[in-house]
Every structure is written in structure tokens, then in C-alpha cells.
């Protein structure tokens, strides 16, 4: 089986929109839930309700891996999980280190997604030596000493940072450094990187303010219509929160992992 080392996926090289992108992982789980249970096609309607966009979005993304369906009968299932997996590069073996094996890097490491999804956790890699050879979700973790040594060994063009804020730039280094080319972070800081590295920042932290705007909108939106007085907001308070919320798919701040 080939591994992410050899093979890369197409999608830039084809002129695909990073926002179609964005959303094709939306379109695959929609449709892997609808190949479970035995269902051949589905419209464009159904899935876009599924994936939670419009149909029209929907039809225009799937136009750009030239796939339009069939009038009056819609998508053929199977044939879409197939084309959306090969053009995301899951239709072979992805192998991935995960660094930081505190709480958060433990529960990625026992999240059971990863496989199903094209994704193996080559090794797991921590700073502690107390946590050298210690088994987590099956897998025993390694030192960061030799963490140069395990990307080759393995392999490895995916990184995942799970470590403390103040260590995610010198371990986003160190694996760029041995050829690394994909960072998934959890880490709470912005990562600097070298052009040709590509970074996913998933920030909970960000994801809950993003929602406490939204509260705090529908708040005084339902104070307005009783006739009192909303809570003030500064000026800055309100630029900085709907700059966050215009953030989604489109943007910089990816979904969080799913279920």
C-alpha cells in the first residue's frame, strides 16, 4: 500500500477552490453514512440538507471533480464516497505521529476515526521520559529525542502538535525539519512555517467564543424585541467577535474533529 510519502493529493493542481475543499470531508461522511445503510443514490438536495450547505454549493463543488448526477435520479452513492476519497488522498495509507501525549494527545491517540478514515498512528511521540514506552490506545510512546529518526523510519509526512503552547513552534520545526510537510495543531499559538507546509489550527478555546457571540447576539436580539436594553458591547468587542464568526469552512479556523 502506498504511503503519503510518495503520493500526494491533486486538488491545487486541479483548480479546485481550498472552500470546496474544506467542504468535501462534510460530502464524505454524509455519503459514508448513506453507504452503511445500503441507500444507491441520493439527491442533491438530501445530501446538501445532510452536509449542512446549500444545494446549490453542494452541486457547483462537485462540479469541479466532474460529477453532476443524473436528472431525476441524483447521485449514485458508492461512485461519490469513491471519487471524494481519491481526491482527498484516502484511497491509500496515511501515516501519522502525534506529539504530546498529555490528555488531549492521549484522547487523539484512542479517537477511533482515524483508521476508518485513511489514517494510521505510526507512533507517538512525548518529551517526558516518564512517558517513554508507556502503552496509550495500544501504541507504546517514544521520546522526542529520537522523533527525526521515527518520521523517517515511518515515513511520516503528517504531523500532529498536541503539546503546550511554548514547545509547538520548536516541535513544528524539528518536524518540517525532517520532512514534514502537513501540521494538524492543537496547540494555542500560531505556527510559523516555510512555503509548501501546510497548517490546520484546531482551536476549541476560539470555536466556544465564536458560540458565546452568537449567545450573546440572540441575547439581546430577544431583549430588544421585549423593549429593554441590550448589554453593551464596546466597539472593539464587536469588531473582534464577528471577525471571528465570518471564520468557518471558508476561512482559517477549521471544524473540529468529527465524530
Keep these: 500500500m502506498a504511503t503519503g510519502r510518495t503520493h500526494r493529493p491533486a486538488t491545487r493542481s486541479r483548480g479546485i477552490p481550498e ?3 474544506a ?12 453507504s452503511e445503510r445500503s441507500v444507491p443514490t441520493v439527491s442533491s438536495e438530501e445530501l446538501a440538507a445532510a452536509a449542512g450547505v446549500n444545494s446549490a454549493k453542494l452541486r457547483k463543488d462537485f462540479s469541479y471533480l466532474g460529477s453532476y448526477g443524473t436528472r431525476g435520479v441524483g447521485y449514485d452513492v458508492e ?10 488522498g484516502l484511497t491509500q495509507d496515511w501515516p501519522v505521529v502525534i506529539v504530546g501525549i498529555g490528555n488531549l494527545g492521549a484522547a487523539l491517540a484512542n479517537y477511533g476515526g482515524f483508521a476508518s478514515r485513511g489514517f494510521r498512528v505510526a507512533a507517538l511521540i512525548d518529551a517526558d521520559p516518564a512517558m517513554a514506552g508507556k502503552p496509550v490506545a495500544g501504541i507504546p510512546v517514544q521520546h522526542s529525542d529520537d522523533l527525526e529518526k521515527i518520521i523517517e523510519d515511518n515515513g511520516v509526512s503528517i504531523g500532529v502538535i498536541a503539546t503546550p503552547a ?4 520548536q516541535v513544528c520545526d524539528r518536524l518540517v525539519a525532517a520532512g514534514v510537510t502537513s501540521i494538524l495543531n492543537f496547540a494555542p499559538t500560531v505556527l510559523s512555517v516555510p512555503d509548501g507546509v501546510d497548517v490546520r489550527k484546531v482551536d476549541l478555546s476560539i470555536e466556544l467564543q465564536i458560540l458565546a457571540f452568537h449567545e450573546q ?3 439581546g436580539e430577544e431583549a430588544h424585541s421585549d423593549g429593554t436594553a441590550p448589554a453593551a458591547v464596546t466597539r472593539e468587542e464587536a469588531d473582534a467577535a464577528a471577525a471571528s464568526a465570518d471564520q468557518g469552512p471558508d476561512g482559517d479556523v477549521p471544524a473540529v474533529m468529527p465524530a
Design 23 to 34: 467542504r468535501l470531508p462534510l460530502y464524505l461522511r454524509a455519503l459514508t453514512a448513506l
Design 217 to 219: 447576539r440572540k441575547a
Design 166 to 169: 511554548g514547545a509547538a513552534q
Design 79 to 88: 461512485y461519490l464516497v469513491y471519487q471524494i476519497s481519491r481526491e482527498l
Design 19 to 21: 472552500a470546496t475543499v
